[in-house]
């Protein structure tokens, strides 16, 4: 009985390492990789980019 329980906390506890893992590895993907659209010359290897244009600011009514 000991043993079938003792596994399943040691899989439990693998499991949540692994997804936190994941998830630290993901935000901090997304915060420290900069936007390649960003650039002032964009990397050799980031293939055609299809950046959003900026819009002008709407001139106000007069």
Do not use: Y
């Not at 960003?38 to 709407?58: H, M, W």
Request: aromatic share 4%; net charge positive; glycine share 2%.
């Amino acid at each position: 009985m000991w043993r079938s329980r003792a596994a399943r906390r040691a899989t439990v506890a693998v499991t949540v390492v692994i997804l936190a893992v994941c998830v630290v590895w993901a935000l901090a993907v997304q915060t420290l990789v900069p936007n390649a659209c960003e650039l002032s010359t964009p990397p050799a290897n980031a293939g055609p980019l299809v950046c959003p244009t900026p819009t002008p600011a709407p001139t106000p009514a007069r």
